[in-house]
């Protein structure tokens, strides 16, 4: 659900590009000097004139919704006043200066609550004329660890398109703690895409997806994991610019570190969650391009999914104008979709590349948007390769092929896999991919699961290779495939009796130099 979204019927007012729509960010965005040459190019107007007759109806349309807002506020405050519980909140909430909006937002959540984050609620709340999102955490005192470690990632990522952090307040006799965060009024993206799919063509797809990816690529640079990419995490506000929430189920990785705990929303995680493997920051990219998948959608969100949903539970169909489906998308959009969606993570652009392939295409195919003119904070480079700088000393880049075909194993070449862990039955697949990074020889290999032979991909690395994988002799007979030792930094540390930090560091004094990061491809590569 989304973070503090509000969702209510009213349409959002879309910005139309005009002729002079800005692609300029305004003044004290930070942009790296490849976004300048274009965005310079053109500077915001305005439109002058007299009301035309739609917009003389969407102000009567406005005002006969404020109205119904003020009589259904009412409503909720005499309904939120028989609830003893909702009474509490309030008392809570008005000792420090807000005031909840007693508001039907969603027909299955309480007056007030706008959506459900991570860990708790969220309140649509005012202080004095100014609007804010109240995530509320019950038993606060048992998840002490996770909410401090929310509110330490929300004050790292401040940034124009990230619902940014306000304050937290405590509630100590209750054991209740509130996050406050800024309010975005115009309702989730999912929303969004499904009540008005005609709003999204392709000048407004390329600019929200540039602003979501700027958000998630600060956090990246931060060194944060977002793990829960979604439409409803991407938040409107009352004009439909986008703001990412929801950092509840973030991680941050260090220069030596991945993650592998299997957490965020089924449809959108990347298929090395799923599997249970180690992961990093390139979980982020294939979400995000399934969410451009959704935006470019003829008939829902989720349609790559939508056999596997029962039908009950499936997502509305997007309520097109006349039932039609009127826009149409290029080819390049839809490729970069594809290639950040893609099932091996090392064919995954980072965000910093999609940022600049972005960028690159509005000045070889102008689109002009009045988002463009939004502040924006361009992240300078793609996010450290995980992994730091004593693996990347320890693996150098040109090893991968030698390591692999040393076990015979190329691109191409069947073999069965354990379909995850070091047990269990095997299944016939083939090496689709080698590694050259990171982790040299790490095999990706495509194989299908019966009985509905659903297709999966596991990434197996050369000191896994007897454990996971069988590849075929000469009379086609499958024998286990021997791991490699010659990176094993585990019998390295057992031989020399150092640490492993210490093994590394010899490893690296045996190998050639490492070419320098900027030879190197800014891609994010996982080990199993």
Request: hydrophobic share 40%.
């Amino acid at each position: 659900m989304a973070f503090v979204a509000a969702a209510t019927e009213n349409k959002i007012l879309f910005p139309t590009p005009g002729p002079h729509s800005p692609c300029q960010p305004q003044d004290g965005a930070i942009l790296t000097s490849e976004c300048s040459g274009f965005l310079e190019e053109q500077s915001s107007a305005k439109f002058e004139g007299h009301l035309s007759a739609a917009e003389a109806a969407a102000a009567t349309r406005k005002a006969g919704a404020e109205m119904l807002s003020f009589l259904g506020e009412k409503v909720g405050q005499a309904v939120a006043g028989l609830d003893p519980a909702e009474q509490a909140v309030d008392a809570a909430l008005n000792a420090k200066g807000y005031e909840v909006v007693r508001k039907k937002f969603k027909a299955d959540l309480t007056f007030g609550v706008v959506g459900m984050g991570s860990f708790g609620k969220v309140y649509k709340a005012k202080r004095g004329d100014k609007e804010f999102g109240i995530k509320m955490i019950e038993g606060a005192s048992c998840m002490k660890h996770f909410v401090a470690k929310e509110i330490d990632t929300l004050g790292m990522v401040r940034h124009p398109a990230i619902v940014n952090y306000v304050e937290t307040l405590t509630e100590t006799s209750k054991d209740w703690i509130f996050i406050v965060m800024e309010f975005a009024g115009g309702g989730d993206l999912q929303v969004a895409l499904i009540n008005q799919p005609e709003a999204f063509d392709e000048a407004l797809v390329r600019v929200m997806l540039f602003h979501i990816c700027c958000a998630v690529g600060f956090a990246h640079q931060a060194g944060i994991m977002h793990r829960d990419m979604k439409p409803e995490n991407v938040l409107l506000t009352t004009e439909g610019f986008p703001k990412v929430c929801d950092f509840g189920l973030s991680r941050k990785l260090n220069s030596d570190t991945s993650a592998e705990t299997q957490v965020g929303t089924p449809v959108y995680m990347a298929p090395e969650i799923n599997n249970c493997e180690t992961y990093d920051f390139s979980v982020d990219t294939f979400a995000i391009g399934l969410i451009l998948r959704d935006m470019m959608a003829k008939v829902t969100v989720y349609e790559w999914m939508i056999e596997r949903i029962p039908p009950n539970q499936r997502p509305s169909p997007k309520k097109w104008p006349g039932g039609q489906c009127t826009t149409s998308f290029s080819a390049v959009l839809v490729k970069l979709s594809e290639r950040m969606s893609d099932q091996l993570p090392a064919k995954r652009p980072s965000l910093f590349d999609v940022i600049q392939e972005l960028i690159q295409l509005a000045a070889s195919h102008r689109m002009p948007h009045p988002f463009w003119g939004k502040d924006q904070i361009v992240v300078p480079q793609a996010p450290p390769i995980r992994g730091g700088t004593r693996m990347r000393k320890l693996f150098c880049t040109t090893q991968g092929p030698n390591i692999a075909e040393e076990h015979g194993l190329r691109v191409d070449t069947k073999v069965q896999i354990r379909a995850s862990g070091d047990s269990g039955d095997y299944y016939d697949g083939y090496v689709e991919y080698i590694s050259h990074a990171i982790v040299p020889g790490a095999v990706h290999v495509r194989y299908k699961v019966p009985p509905g032979n659903e297709e999966r991909v596991r990434i197996v690395d050369p000191m896994h290779y007897s454990k996971c994988l069988m590849v075929f002799d000469e009379n086609g007979t499958p024998v286990k495939c021997q791991s490699s030792k010659s990176l094993g930094l585990g019998s390295l540390t057992k031989s020399l009796g150092v640490t492993a930090a210490a093994a590394a560091d010899k490893a690296a004094a045996a190998l050639p130099p490492t070419p320098s990061f900027s030879e190197t491809k800014k891609k994010c590569c996982i080990l199993q």
